[in-house]
Every structure is written in structure tokens, then in C-alpha cells.
């Protein structure tokens, strides 16, 4: 079972700043948490992962709390080809990923 | 780079017939895994390789479905006979190795079953 908990839908305007949380509340000390989204009909997309610090890379930034239970990606300036669903998937280094639900993202003019 | 291709990309077939899907990984990536994904769900992992080695098997139905990797790079997953509730999406995707590495996915063959 997915040990992530996230939102099921979101919307965020244009331009702005997409903020994306998500709860692994019973993450383990070597467990990361990686970042995925999907766009429809295509197959899943990496965007970011980390471990306990920030992370920021050319698609996002990954926030993850001291404590490590909890966690927010951010899209900084948001477009129409951000709208996705968006997986936030908690992964050790044997190497599974298990999807949950997801929080599907719109983009919205 | 060329990412992880699959075909076909889109299959109709009646419900008891057979099918394959065929996937070629990123070069030099040893890993290999199949996800089945539900319209609706999230991606659910079928079947992992490490090389030409069944590393996890354990959500595969066995009795209908099955999967190789026979020189440690390109794989075919198999579903015969299929039923009306393996439509779904069939993805592949690749890493270099298992522990640790970014999984890249290909686009998915699409199936339904009628």
C-alpha cells in the first residue's frame, strides 16, 4: 500500500505558484520521497526526490519538513502543461515505487 | 537519449484472446519493471527484472499473465486469456539499477478488452 497521503484534486492559476503537499507520516530514516506526475495519456514523469533537505532542480522545488513527515512541491510559475496528476510516492532503496491516488492539478487561465 | 519505447501503443482484443506487449529500456539500464494501471489508479507494479532475473513477481496474476527478459534487455509481457478486467494501461520502465536510481517510464500500451 502507498504510505503517502495527498489531496485528490487542486487548482491554481496560471503564472502563480503551485504548492502540492503531501503526508508520509510513517516514512523511515533511509526511505525518500520522489515526486511524479502524469500527464493524460502519457506515462509517468520524474520530477524530483529527496531525503531530508531541500531540493530544487529546473521543474520544481521539494520541501520536506524536519521531522520528515510531510512534504510540498512546488511548481514555482505554473502553466496550462503543468495540469496532471501528481504522485508523491515515498521509496527505499530497494527500489519499488507504489503509486497511490494522486492529486490531479489544474492549471486554470 | 532515447527514453523506454513500447509497442504497440494501443491494443483491442476480444475477452479469451491473447496478447504482447513488447519493451526496450534505456540503454544500459539493468532494471526493468511492468506496471499495470486502472483508469482512475494509480500505476500497480506487476513485475520487476534485474537484469534477466525475476527480482518481484508477486503482484503478477501467474495463472494468465506472464513476462521475460531473456538477454537482460528488451521484455515481453504476455496476457492469454485475457479478461474484461486486465484493460488498462501496460507500462514499462527502466533504471539502472534497483536501489536508489530514478525510474524513467515509456508511454504505455493501451488495452481493452472487449
Known amino acids: 500500500d502507498a504510505k503517502t497521503t495527498q489531496p485528490p484534486s487542486m487548482d491554481c492559476a496560471e503564472g502563480r505558484a503551485a504548492n502540492l503537499p503531501c503526508n508520509h507520516s510513517t516514512i523511515s530514516g533511509n526511505e525518500y520521497v520522489y515526486w511524479y506526475r502524469q500527464i493524460h495519456s502519457q506515462g509517468p514523469q520524474y520530477i524530483i526526490h529527496g531525503l531530508k533537505n531541500n531540493e530544487t532542480n529546473e521543474m520544481a522545488s521539494l520541501i520536506i519538513t524536519e521531522d520528515r513527515k510531510s512534504s510540498t512541491l512546488i511548481l514555482p510559475h505554473a502553466t496550462l502543461r503543468d495540469t496532471a496528476v501528481y504522485y508523491c510516492?515515498?521509496?527505499?532503496?530497494?527500489?519499488?515505487?507504489?503509486f497511490g491516488q494522486g492529486t490531479e492539478l489544474s492549471v486554470k487561465p | 537519449e532515447a527514453g523506454v519505447a513500447q509497442s504497440p501503443r494501443y491494443k483491442i482484443i476480444e475477452k479469451r484472446q491473447s496478447v504482447a506487449f513488447w519493451c526496450n529500456p534505456i540503454s544500459g539500464h539493468a532494471t526493468l519493471y511492468w506496471y499495470q494501471q486502472i483508469l482512475g489508479q494509480g500505476p500497480k507494479l506487476l513485475i520487476q527484472?534485474?537484469?534477466?532475473?525475476?527480482?518481484?513477481d508477486s503482484q503478477l496474476p501467474k495463472d494468465r499473465f506472464s513476462a521475460e527478459r531473456l538477454k537482460g534487455v528488451d521484455s515481453t509481457l504476455k496476457i492469454q486469456p485475457a479478461k474484461l478486467e486486465d484493460s488498462a494501461v501496460y507500462l514499462c520502465a527502466s533504471s539502472l539499477e534497483a536501489g536508489g536510481n530514478t525510474i524513467y517510464f515509456g508511454e504505455g500500451s493501451w488495452l481493452t478488452v472487449v
Open positions: 527484472f534485474q537484469n534477466n532475473g525475476v527480482v518481484d
Open positions: 510516492i515515498v521509496r527505499n532503496q530497494g527500489g519499488k515505487l507504489i
